[in-house]
Every structure is written in C-alpha cells, then in structure tokens.
C-alpha cells in the first residue's frame, strides 16, 4: 500500500504527479497526452533503467511472494518443510466451507464499508468547515492533522486504553446512558471500538487529502456559483463535490485498502493477541492461522483468496465508480 | 570523536580475538522485560564459565514469534542452535522428524552421562517422545497454581479451598465479604488441558497424541469437564466467578487491585505479583474435583523447552551440549528459578534452595513445584497435539461465547471437539 504523495489532484492544475496524474493515465486519453509536456531521453535504454529500481521492488517484494502464496496454497506442508503434498483446491474448499471464516469474511465486509464510509464523510466534513475558517486555520489543521503521525499499534494502544473495561473512559461516559459496554468480551462492542479508533486514525489522512482539494477549486468558480445559488449546501452538493470528486475516488480507494489491510495493528492491539469470540478482520486470521498455527498452506489459500477479493474490488470501482467522475 | 572511533575499535578488535577461538552458537528465545535480561545473565554466566563456547541470545519477541522465525530460518539454513519452542507448539517441532536433535542424543554424544531421574516429576514427559526420550531440553517450567488473598479469606472467615466442591461452599461468604470469589487468566491452560491432569482424565486418544499423530482426536466432550464449564458458567451468573476476557492481565488486575478473593494464576506469576498486589497473598495448588475418582494429581508443565536444531557441525552441537549440561546443574537452576519464579525442573536444584532456607522466606515460591511434584497419574503426563496453537484459539472463542450467553456449553465443546479433530486430522497429512 504505497501512499501517494501529498499533492492535490486539482481539476484546474495540468496534472504534474500524484494522484491526479495516476488515474488520468488510467483513463488513457490519447488526445490530453499530447498536450502534456514530454521528456525526451537520448537513449532508448535510459527509461529503463530509471524505472529499474521500482520494478526490482515490487518484483521481489510483491509478484515473487504472490507467486509464491499461490503456489503453497495448492500444498499442504509440515512447517518446516520436510514433507508437503499436493492437495489441489482442499486448502480452497476447506477454508470456503468453514462458517467461521465466513462469518470474519462478512464482519470484514461491513467492517470496511463503515470504516471507509465514516472515514471519508468526517474527513470531508472537517475539511469543508476548516476551509471556511479564516482566522487561526493554521492552528485547527495541525489539530486535525497531527493525529496521522500516530503508529497503528500505539493508536490502537490508545484507543483501547479509552475503551477499557476497567478504566475505560468512554465506557463509563457509555455507562452514563446505561450502555454496559464490553470491549473484549462482547463481539458488538469490540467492533464498535474497532471501528471507532480505525476511524479516527484515518480521519486526518483524508482531511488532508480533501482540504487541499477544496483549495484547489479556484476562486472564480465559488464566485460564480455563489451569485447563481444563494444555498450553501446546494453550492456545495452541485459545484463543489463534483469538483473534489477526483480525490474522493482516489481516497475510496486508499481507504478501503487501509480498511482492509492497515487495520490490522489496531486489531491486534484492540484483541490483545487473542481474538477469542471477538471480531477479526479476513487478514488478521491469515497471522494467525499462518503465523501462529503454522498452516502455511491454509493461510495461503487465506491470501490469496484476499488477493482476489482486492483485485475484484478495484476493477468494479475503477469501471462502476470512476464512470462518474470528472477528472477537468 | 576519533577517541571515540579508536575505543570503538580497540573494543571490537577485542572481541574479535576472543570469539575468534571460541566457537560461536545462538539461542532464539520469546522472552521479554525481565525474563528476557535473566536470559542474557544465564547466557554470561555460561560464556564465563568457560572458553570454548560463546553463546549469544536473541530474543525474536513472543513465544508465537519465536516458533516462526525459527521456522521461517530452519526453511533457508539459517537456523539458530537452540529455539525455545512452548508448551502449546511442542507437537510442531516434535512432529517434524529431523528439524530438531533430541537433547537426550545430543547430550550423551558430547560424554555426558544424562538421568532422566534427575528431573522432577512433572517436567520428564512432557517434551519427551512416547519412550520418554527427553526431545526437548525443559528450560522455564511453570505451573497453574491458585492465588489467595488473606484478607478477603480472613474477612469471610474461611479457609482456601483444595478442590472445586470446598470453594462452591465459601464463595457465597467470599461474595459477602464484597469480593470476587474467583477470577482467572487463562481457560485453555486452567481449566482444559490442567482439568484433564489435575483429575486425571484422557485428553485425546492416542495416549494424549504421544503414540502417533493419525485419527488423533480430542476427548472434550467429556462430561466431566462439560461439567466444570457448566459450573463456571453457573457461578458467573451467581456472582461467585469473575470472567474478563482472554487476556491474562484483565483478569489478573482484579486480584491485584483486592477486587478478588482467589485468583489462578502462574507460579510464574509471583515475581510480578510480589510487586503489584495492593494487598498480602499466598498461593496453594489448582482445586481439582474431589467427586472425580483419582483426581488430584500433578498438572502438566507450562512454558517452554529449548530445542538443539539440526544441520550445525559437531562443534557447535558440542557447545549446545555442554550449555544445556550447564543450565541444568543445580546452581544455574537455583538462580534461574529464584530470579524468574519459574519452577527449578531439577530435583538437586530444589533441594539446593530448600537447604538455603529460600521456600520459608518465599512459601509461593514452592507452591508450583510441589504442585508438579505431586504423584503422576496416567493422563498427567503431558499431551501432544498438532497446529495446537489453533485449536486453543478455537477453544478461547467457544469460551468466551459460553460466558456471553451465545452458546451452551454442550454446544460449545461439540463444536471445539469438532472443529479441532477436523485441525488434528490436518495435521497428521502435514507429518505424514
């Protein structure tokens, strides 16, 4: 999960780099390209060799092991490697027959969508109104923002110490409203507290994000929407959001990969090294089946069934979603 | 600065020559915090005691982690020479015939003579093979032992119960007393595989898994401890047992805090608890039933073993040897015993801190020993279990379903015996 870097894909800039750039080449567009400035290099070569360096990376750090995953998922093996057999699909029809793995396939899926959806509509939310702020804005965003430096881990830390179930602060702010909540013991509550801190650890990435998509919507634009609609919401439903919606897109994206898979710190924290009847996500049975139970070939076919998951995913997002977004 | 580089040099320069004659080999250990400093003391004491051997610890983090990176190494050649490896992942390392030199084997190949007598009781089978060949060499030991708060005993009037129908009879005191009659910290090691030895029952067929790994499979659906289940979930719903989760430490700041009255916990727990109970406490063994018929016996170890791996010169097995020789003489034990809390596995060794008087200073400090000292019965010996690690995670979900009112008991071990045979039977294609 690369981070793009911290540069606004606004509609009006010719698209030097980031995000902007990277899907508009997915929407391969020969007409826009010519416009766009060209380097030329004197050897055909050179390209090449400049790109030598991220492909090696992403050879030996992502295709090999991938490689790799789907080859032992079709074996079952001793751990340490004396004897495996081929199985076929068992390892396939062993884990999709399992009520238990569906039943973390389903809590992921909601797990996902919630995460993703209240990430993005309170980063949304913030950046709209710390936009709007003129005075001390400085100050608001680095209040916003700082929270994204904290380490997965040490925000699950955390967020579990505000949901303790003996010291807990948030519980006893729920017990005020006779809300008994069990975070640990209780499946529901344990996934509210997930949700809860995987939220408010990704709220500031996209507020980021949003924030300076919001200054990249040049002044004449507002300007003329403002005398054409007196209604600040409707301005904002019929200009203004269109106009982010390349970095919305983008950000639906990040977030349902970080939903996904970066959660997985807080999990872990948030269970305490032992899941139990709590929730978990799809990539946190993989550890432990993998990492802990020493199944490889189980928690192989595990990944690479997440590999499909995430694959699928993305395409119906990047054919169903993307559709509807204006990128100029 | 370039003082700096000159002392930097002349340092490394010096321990160069000193490795240089010794033969270098490595211990991958899951310890952290205190027990993980202990290690590295152990590891200097051997390294002065003479010159031939230099031995370098590495902690690879938790026990889990440990068992993976060794694994993950032994895959590429890069194995260290000794792995701790824990209770619950015996069964891997045993199962995977020539991953590991039986430290028996090793032991009398270097000239040493090796009594399995000069063992306490309860730590000789556990990671022995089913003739009793020691495979692994028992290293930090430990038992499951019951806590008791003296002032919540004394408050009540009571006194701590030995078994499970005594402590039904004083938790309704102990509850007006205002306390938590009973908290505990881990089910799968307390109340599953320690009920089967402590009663003396059969765990899994097989001879508890040590004959052979094919058609092994659980006896959890015994109505015995469906039984003690149904009186665990029973007292919840009373009042008379406290239930916090599956981590260790949740239930444990109960007893710490005066909150609970009996706590079970680990004997070696009582370096750490020695520093945080708000209150005084002592300790005796785990209850058992005294309605069950030969119940009583010793429980099993917990912890772990350290394990000699395969494929290293004759050299460095020879170094692995004498380490392990030096770990057990009685003195190296004492000291390892008295600075961790985990139980001397030697019976010299406990004799040696008996005769100094240790055990009429600490009496906890003798509780987990006595406890594995207790007379073996035929299913107190130990278990050996595939991909174990998993089924215990099954069972602390079926757990904590049964104390949130999601499931029966009934169901719930139905399902664990179902879903862990369906994990033995996996495993026995793995090592076949």
Redesign the interface.
């Known amino acids: 999960m690369t981070h793009a870097p911290l540069s606004s894909p606004t509609p009006a800039a010719p698209f030097p780099s980031g995000a902007g750039g990277l899907f508009r080449r997915f929407k391969a567009r020969p007409s826009e390209d010519t416009s766009a400035k060209r380097v030329q290099f004197n050897s055909p070569l050179l390209p090449y060799l400049f790109l030598a360096p991220q492909m090696a990376i992403i050879f030996i750090f992502f295709y090999w092991p991938s490689v790799q995953a789907i080859q032992s998922s079709f074996y ?10 081929f ?1 076929g699909l068992a390892n396939y029809t ?1 884990v999709l027959k399992s009520n ?1 793995y569906l039943g973390i396939a389903r809590f992921t899926a909601v797990f996902t969508a919630l995460v993703t959806f209240f990430s993005l509509s309170i980063g949304l939310l913030l950046a709209v109104k710390a936009d709007g702020v003129i005075r001390g804005n400085a100050a608001y965003k680095t209040l916003l923002i700082w929270v994204y430096a904290i380490a997965p881990p040490v925000a699950g830390l955390m967020g579990m110490m505000m949901f303790d ?2 010291i807990g602060p948030l519980v006893k702010f729920a017990g005020l409203f006779g809300w008994e909540m ?1 975070v ?4 529901n509550d344990t996934a509210f507290a997930m949700i809860v801190v995987s939220v408010w650890k990704q709220i500031p990435y996209n507020f980021i994000f949003f924030l300076s998509g919001l200054q990249g919507i040049p002044v004449s634009v507002r300007e003329a929407a403002i005398m054409d609609c007196r209604s600040g919401l409707r301005r904002f439903w019929t200009v203004i959001l269109p106009l982010l919606a390349p970095t919305a897109f983008f950000l639906l994206i990040i977030n349902t990969t970080y939903a996904l898979f970066d959660t997985f710190g807080v999990i872990d924290v948030i269970v ?7 929730p978990i996500t799809l990539v946190y049975k993989v550890y ?2 993998g ?5 490889l ?2 928690s192989s076919a595990q990944s690479v069934i997440l590999m499909i998951i995430v694959f699928v995913l993305t395409i119906f997002q990047f054919r169903f979603i993307e559709r509807r977004v204006h990128y100029n | 600065m370039i003082r700096k580089f000159t002392m930097t040099g002349l340092a490394l320069a010096f321990s160069a020559t000193s490795s240089l004659a010794a033969t270098n080999i490595t211990w991958w250990h899951g310890m952290a915090g205190r027990n993980g400093e202990v290690i590295n003391e152990v590891a200097q004491k051997f390294n002065a005691s003479q010159t031939a051997c230099a031995l370098t610890p590495v902690s690879k983090g ?1 026990y ?2 440990a ?2 990176s060794g ?1 993950a190494a ?2 590429s050649g890069e194995q260290p020479n000794i792995l701790q490896v824990f209770d619950a ?1 015996a069964a ?2 045993i ?5 590991v030199i039986p430290a028996e084997d090793l032991i009398t190949k270097a000239g040493y003579t090796f009594d399995r007598n000069a063992f306490i009781d309860g730590v000789r089978y556990f990671y022995a093979d089913s003739d009793g060949k020691f495979v692994g060499m028992p290293f930090n030991s430990s038992a499951p032992i019951m806590y008791i708060n003296d002032e919540a005993l004394k408050k009540a009037g009571v006194e701590a119960p030995k078994t499970w129908e005594e402590f039904e009879a004083i938790a309704p005191k102990l509850k007006e007393a205002g306390f938590i009659p009973l908290v505990q910290s881990q089910l799968t090691w307390q109340f599953t595989e320690n009920f089967f030895s402590r009663n003396n029952i059969q765990f899994a067929t097989n001879n508890n898994g040590y004959d052979s790994v094919v058609d092994t499979q659980l006896k959890v659906t015994d109505p015995n401890l469906v039984m003690m289940f149904d009186k665990l979930k029973a007292w919840k719903d009373e009042g008379y047992f406290g ?5 260790w430490n ?1 239930n444990q ?1 109960m007893f710490e805090e005066n909150k609970a009255a009996l706590w079970i916990g680990s004997s070696g727990s009582f370096g750490g608890l020695q520093k945080t109970a708000q209150m005084p406490f002592s300790a005796t063994f785990l209850p058992y039933w005294g309605s069950i018929k030969g119940a009583g016996t010793s429980s099993f170890i917990g912890g772990a073993a350290l394990f000699a791996m395969s494929g290293k010169s004759d050299e460095e097995n020879k170094c692995v040897a004498d380490f392990f020789q030096f770990l057990t003489s009685p003195e190296v034990q004492k000291f390892y015993h008295q600075a961790t809390g985990y139980v001397a596995i030697t019976k010299a060794a406990y004799e040696l801190a008996k005769a100094e008087g240790y055990y009429n200073e600490k009496p906890v400090a003798e509780v987990g020993i006595k406890q594995l000292m207790l007379p073996a019965g035929e299913w107190s010996k130990g278990y050996r279990l595939g ?1 174990y ?2 089924i215990r ?1 099954i069972m ?6 049964i ?2 009112g ?1 499931v029966s008991v009934k169901d719930a071990f139905d399902t664990i015996e179902k ?1 862990g045979n369906e994990l033995l039977a ?1 495993f026995a ?4």
Not at chain 1, 184 to 187: A, E, I, K, S, T
Not at chain 2, 429 to 432: D, L, M, V
Request: glycine share 16%.
């Open positions: 079952l093996e001793d751990p340490f490697g004396f004897g495996s057999s199985v062993d238990e179930q003996h069990k640990g013991l209780n499946y305490k090294d032992k899941a139990a009847n709590n432990m089946d990492f802990r139970g020493n199944d070939g189980g | 938790t889990e982690e068992l993976a694994i032994f895959r992942g891997t390392i199962n995977a015939k020539g991953a239930f916090y989760g599956a981590g949740d700041k991909f690690p998993q995670e602390e979900r079926e757990y904590g379903r104390f949130s999601e879903e996996r294609k793995t090592a076949g």
